[in-house]
């Protein structure tokens, strides 16, 4: 048996968690997603859907999306870089753009996605990328990749956050990355000081609203819009930089 056989023959976790009947992964989902779904033929409620909105099952959206398979197909049949943009992801892109207020905007497949792949490409080896402790796993992932300074300062505590942007080389790149709202505690990052602390130390900042979007501001344009002005739902992917 090879070394790596034997290693992950030992990793038992999952088949234990099983027999116990507490395994919570991969259970198939038998229903549409919705606030109770089917699992096992059961109706089982549900706690961990990501569509706030409930825009899975709105019918203009269904009816949009069989539209689009109708016209496209079911795939792009190739990369976003070569052949696999369609005039309807520019459409989405400029319509996401308008609704944040921004220049442009870029669609990634999933969250996770979006943080391991624009985190480690926006500053360089001498740049600085400072985060909350409690920041996303994936824009963890995303600082790994990178070859910048790493700085982390304890959660929402705008004095340590101070204190790192001081140990900065003044001329170099910082960008700081936070959730806008922080995805395991739900609550909200500490905007308007980062945004006094990054104008002071010439620091820019990259917002994961992956949890806001929908939710804050007027429009529903995320937390940074004015700061949170008013109440609305759902989950969509922003990042927004501001000098
Ligand atoms: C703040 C934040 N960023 C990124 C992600 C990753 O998103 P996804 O599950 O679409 O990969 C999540 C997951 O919910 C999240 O809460």
Known sequence: MSLLSNVLGQYDAPQKAKELGVY????????????????????????????????????????????????YGTGCA???FLNGTLDIHIELEERLAKLVNKQASLVYATGFTVNSGVVPCITGREDYLIFDEFDHASII????????????????????????????????????????????????????EIVELSKKYNASIMVDEAHSL?????TGAGICDGYFQQVSWNHWWLYCFRQ
């Open 78 to 80: 190739g990369s976003r």
């Open 214 to 218: 929908g939710v804050f501001g007027k």
């Open 24 to 71: 919570p992964y991969f259970r198939p989902i038998e229903s549409d997603q919705d606030t109770v779904v089917s699992i096992n033929g059961k109706p089982v409620l549900m706690f961990g859907s990501n569509s706030y909105l409930g825009l899975t099952n709105h019918p203009r959206l269904k009816e949009g999306a069989i539209k689009a398979v109708e016209k």
């Open 141 to 192: 992932e995303g600082k790994r990749l990178s070859f910048s300074k790493q700085l982390k300062y304890r959660h929402n505590d705008m004095e340590a956050l101070e204190r790192l942007l001081k140990k900065c080389e003044p001329d170099r790149l910082k960008v700081i990355v936070v959730d806008g709202v922080f995805s395991m505690e739900g609550d909200v990052a500490k905007l308007p």
